[in-house]
Structure formats: structure tokens, C-alpha cells
């Protein structure tokens, strides 16, 4: 299964139920956190991603399992632009990174990774980047990527604080790519 900060429980709920019960829960959670709606009304897939994207969350993908739906939603301030305010100087565009030499470091949360990444990318989910950023080779070419930019402008700041010379920020980020994706779902 996919991480989630919160699960919400809306098997045997039918349309407009699981849209109302996931609002309720999307109000208690904290911007960038996951919800995982568990629902078997099949309709609440297409219900869901509408809802999301008509308020402004991030509606990550579905699994199936056994007739149950399992539906994650990132929420997004909607007060937040995803306008990034590029602060790293080095940066390049989705489509100069194919075939370069380097690694591409998807710094998404690993819901959003399992649903869709850039085939060979390294997930490094933001807050385990300080923790885990021993892993990579100081002497490679490292493509920071994000769904906007905005999370990569600031994963690329810390690897270049803590010594990394070859790093870039990718941009515009995932919500651009139109190369091949890879799931792990």
C-alpha cells in the first residue's frame, strides 16, 4: 500500500457521500499531507480527481483491490501559488534532462512517486533528504525534480549547502512531463 498521513473509511458510501466525508477530513489535514479514502462506490473515482482539482488538492491516483477503491488526495493550500520563486540558481527544463548522464532525484512524497515518475529517478521524499542525501555520489550530476518546482528549489538549496556542486532544480517539474512514466503501484 501507498503511505498516507490519514486514512478515511467510506466503503458503502454512495454519491455525494465519500466527496462530503473527504472534505470534512481534508480540513483537519496540513498542507502537503495525503489522505487515503477507502470507498467502493465506483463512481468516487471520477467524483474524487473532479472534486480535487476544481478545490485545488492534488488528486495522486487509485488502486483497486478486491473491489475497494483506495484514493489518495494531496492537499494544496489553495492560498499557495505553484508559481515557484526560483532562488537556485541552476536550473533546467524537463526536456533537457533526457539523456543526460546524472541521476534524477524525485523529491516527491512517495504516493505521488509510486503513481508516476521519470523512469530511473531515485525517490528521496523531501523531509528525509538531510537524513538520507549520504546516498548520493557528490561527483554526479543530480536533477532535482518535484511536481512544480517548488519543493526541488528547495532540495537543491540544501544539497548545494551541504557540499553538492553539480545539482539542478527541474523545471517546470512533473505537472509538465510528457515523457514515459513508471509506477510502482
Same mark, same amino acid.
Given at each position: ?19 462530503? *466525508?473527504?472534505?470534512?477530513?481534508? +480540513?483537519?489535514? @496540513?498542507?502537503?499531507?495525503?489522505? !487515503?479514502? /477507502?470507498?467502493?462506490?465506483? =463512481? ?35 492560498? *499557495?501559488?505553484?508559481?515557484?520563486? +526560483?532562488?537556485? @540558481?541552476?536550473?533546467?527544463?524537463? !526536456?533537457? /534532462?533526457?539523456?543526460?548522464? =546524472? ?83
Amino acid at each position: 500500500m501507498i503511505k498516507a498521513d490519514v486514512q478515511l473509511d467510506a466503503k458503502g458510501l454512495a454519491c455525494p457521500m465519500p466527496i462530503v *466525508k473527504t472534505k470534512k477530513a481534508m +480540513n483537519g489535514l @496540513e498542507d502537503g499531507q495525503v489522505l !487515503e479514502v /477507502i470507498a467502493t462506490d465506483k =463512481g468516487s473515482k471520477a467524483d474524487l480527481a473532479a472534486w480535487a482539482k476544481t478545490v485545488g488538492h492534488q488528486y495522486i491516483g487509485t488502486q483497486e483491490e478486491n473491489d475497494v477503491l483506495y484514493h489518495y488526495i494531496r492537499k494544496c493550500d489553495p492560498g *499557495k501559488s505553484d508559481a515557484v520563486e +526560483n532562488q537556485f @540558481e541552476r536550473t533546467i527544463s524537463n !526536456e533537457e /534532462i533526457v539523456g543526460r548522464t =546524472g541521476i534524477i532525484l524525485d523529491v516527491r512524497e512517495a504516493a505521488e512517486f509510486a503513481f508516476g515518475h521519470i523512469e530511473g529517478a531515485k525517490s528521496m521524499p523531501m523531509g528525509e533528504l538531510e537524513a538520507r542525501m549520504k546516498e548520493l555520489d557528490m561527483d554526479q550530476e543530480i536533477y532535482v525534480i518535484c511536481r512544480t518546482g517548488t519543493r526541488s528549489d528547495m532540495a537543491a538549496q540544501q544539497l548545494a549547502d551541504a557540499g553538492f556542486t553539480k545539482v539542478y532544480n527541474v523545471l517546470p517539474g512533473m505537472t509538465a512531463w510528457n515523457g514515459e512514466l513508471t509506477k510502482n503501484i
